[in-house]
């Protein structure tokens, strides 16, 4: 057996270790475009500020960690076609690459946004390592950035140029930070604190241009409306876009992404998806999108594995669920964080102490919650909604308290009185 | 022999020595916001629950983590932070469904329970025997017991024929 998997991030680096523990005899080859060894886009905000350097954001630390596990590690290298009837991938250089199961763990990629100008030198997404290197070498101290969208890349980016000193607008098309992580409310209390860190964040408004700089800088970014903002650095968080392109003609269907089942096998039988490029099933909804977030990655390809070796495990779904930290200021959300028609929700707010929380309720289980300026045991909001836990008496108390997250699910999950608990 | 946690919230008088312990232990300072144990206070029912890290099979949080920064003692089985490692994406601190691992705002890494290297602090400190530290295979009925009703792990089985 010959496991090919495409795509060396998290979920096509998970899948090969959990096929080489689930299938000591295969043969697994993992492909990666980039030439980096794997690394960790979501490291990158920390590799910008520099806390941590290049080995830092790599997945695995020790360098024969493929070795040992026996997998084959190729990077550098691009696939650029399938070809399923042949049962084999096509790489740059024309060689041909035989598989008997295939994983398509492709990634994403940032989405270029339509502004007339886009294309100049000194406009990048912060994506890769490379682009990363580039954007610590370019964003100097007190030299104006513009960053465009602040969505939850954009927010994570804004984080590491602030904290390397520079002066910083940020661009959202929304009408506030995160729309699609937070409500008005929580997304509203993170524009004013990144405003109060000394970040200028335009909402509502676009930009419709970037042209060549003046007063000494090398880009100027026209907005909607007229006003025009210097910039030394462009940086796009404008979304991104699951890469699909090689996979014309191959018969996989995609929709937003990889259209895959419950075992997570796409349209074409031996080959399967995982990661930001599978459109996988969402636990709230039962219904199937791209989620594109580290924990479903890493559970995408821990099943994508499972099932690749023979072994029958349907996905229950992956819960979407999204943290960052904006200048010091900390925010969760968690499934259906906007309610559900017909539910309860509670919330409490401290505007002053920049402290949110709402919590959504079907009946008495908990669906979705938003935190701002809440760290402490927020991974029980997880809990309780992936366990669909009745929260009986406890709904009544939490919507009195949002906070008691903690004493709901022990209260519901454990007897006080005579259980004792094995850790 | 591997060791386990044993928590018995209905000896727990809620006396938060536990707490101190453990932040004296891995903080150096008697704080009980640094602490990896949590007593929980149930005013309703006059009871107080001793809770931390259940060390899980699952390991989400050690999944979850982009940097590896998670790992597996494999003397005590415990799932413990690199600090160095650690780059404070907090990840883990929504992936791990239990609640049990927190982020440090002072050293901007996430912090959870490593049983002390065998060695709990906590259990140590607990004057009712509340928390101890037992041989885990010795009471595995018990653990089976506590936990097969509702957890989450169980709930989670149950959904591949209802979902």
Redesign the interface.
């Given at each position: 057996m010959r496991h090919l998997i495409i795509g060396a991030g998290?979920a096509g680096v998970?899948a090969a270790e959990h096929l080489r523990e689930t299938d000591p005899q295969a043969g697994i080859l993992l492909i990666g475009d980039e030439p980096e060894p794997p690394y960790?886009r979501?490291?990158l905000p920390?590799y910008l500020t520099g806390?941590?350097d290049e080995r830092?954001?790599?997945?695995?630390?020790s360098a024969d960690h493929f070795d040992r596990l026996g997998i084959e590690l190729r990077t550098g290298t691009r696939v650029t076609a399938i070809e399923p009837a042949d049962k084999h991938v096509r790489l740059e250089d024309g060689r041909e690459e035989a598989y008997d199961r295939l994983l398509l763990a492709t990634g994403s990629s940032p989405a270029t946004p339509p502004i007339p100008g886009i294309e100049q030198e000194g406009v990048t997404p912060c994506w890769t390592l490379e682009q990363g290197r580039a954007i610590a070498s370019g964003a100097r101290p007190d030299s104006p950035v513009v960053l465009l969208g602040a969505g939850f890349i954009g927010s994570i980016v804004l984080e590491a140029l602030a904290r390397r000193g520079v002066e910083l607008h940020v661009v959202e098309m929304g009408d506030r930070m995160v729309p699609r992580m937070m409500n008005e409310t929580a997304g509203g209390l993170l524009k004013e604190w990144c405003e109060k860190k000394g970040v200028k964040v335009h909402v509502s408004t676009r930009a419709t241009a970037i042209q060549s700089g003046r007063n000494g800088h090398r880009l100027a970014v026209e907005l909607e409306g007229g006003e025009v903002l210097d910039a030394d650095l462009v940086i796009t968080a404008t979304g991104v876009r699951p890469n699909t392109g090689l996979l014309e003609g191959s018969g996989v269907q995609v929709d937003q992404g990889i259209l895959i089942d419950r075992n997570m096998q796409t349209s074409v039988e031996g080959i399967y998806a995982a990661g930001d490029v599978a459109q996988g099933r969402d636990f709230s909804t039962?219904e199937y999108s791209v989620q594109a977030i580290?924990?479903t990655a890493?559970?995408h390809g821990?099943l994508a594995a499972l099932n690749m070796a023979g072994r029958n495990v349907?996905h229950?779904?992956t819960l979407n669920?999204?943290?960052l930290?904006t200048l010091?200021l900390?925010s969760?959300s968690?499934g259906l964080w906007q309610g559900v028609e017909g539910g309860d929700h509670a919330e409490l707010l401290n505007r002053p102490r920049y402290r949110y929380v709402n919590l959504q309720f079907e009946e008495d289980r908990l669906v979705g919650g938003t935190c701002l300026g809440l760290?402490?045991?927020?991974?029980?909001?997880?809990?309780l909604i992936?366990?669909?836990?009745p929260l009986g008496v406890w709904k009544e108390?939490l919507m009195q308290d949002p906070t008691r997250?903690?004493?709901a699910?022990?209260?519901?999950?454990?007897s006080?009185?005579?259980?004792?608990?094995?850790? | 022999m591997l060791k386990?946690?044993?928590?018995?919230?209905?000896k727990c008088t809620g006396c938060l020595q536990c707490e101190l312990a453990c932040s004296w232990e891995n903080e150096a300072s008697f704080n009980p916001s640094k602490s990896r144990i949590?007593v929980?206070?149930?005013h309703?029912?006059g009871?107080f629950?001793p809770?931390?890290?259940?060390?899980c099979a699952e390991a989400?949080c050690l999944?979850?983590c982009?940097?590896?920064a998670i790992v597996i003692n494999g003397a005590t089985g415990a799932k413990e932070v690199i600090e160095d490692?650690c780059?404070?994406?907090?990840?883990?601190?929504?992936?791990?469904?239990?609640?049990?691992?927190?982020?440090n705002?002072d050293t901007?890494k996430v912090i959870k329970?490593d049983l002390c290297g065998g060695d709990p602090a906590c259990a140590r400190a607990c004057p009712t025997e509340a928390i101890t530290w037992?041989d885990?295979d010795q009471?595995g009925y018990?653990?089976m017991?506590?936990?097969a009703a509702?957890?989450?792990e169980s709930?989670?089985a149950t959904?591949?024929g209802g979902?």
């Open positions: 998290p998970i960790s979501m490291a920390y806390n941590i830092g954001t790599h997945l695995r630390k039962g580290q924990p890493a559970e821990r349907p229950q779904g669920m999204n943290v930290d010091g900390i969760s968690f760290t402490e045991h927020i991974g029980v909001l997880h809990g992936q366990s669909r836990l108390r997250l903690m004493e699910y022990l209260a519901c999950t454990q006080l009185s005579a259980c004792k608990v094995l850790h | 386990s946690l044993a928590l018995e919230p209905a949590r929980f206070t149930f309703e029912e009871r629950a809770y931390t890290c259940t060390q989400w999944h979850a982009p940097v590896e490692v780059v404070g994406c907090k990840v883990c601190t929504i992936a791990c469904p239990f609640g049990t691992v927190n982020y705002h901007g329970c037992v885990a009471t018990d653990r017991q506590a936990w509702r957890s989450v709930i989670d959904q591949g979902a």
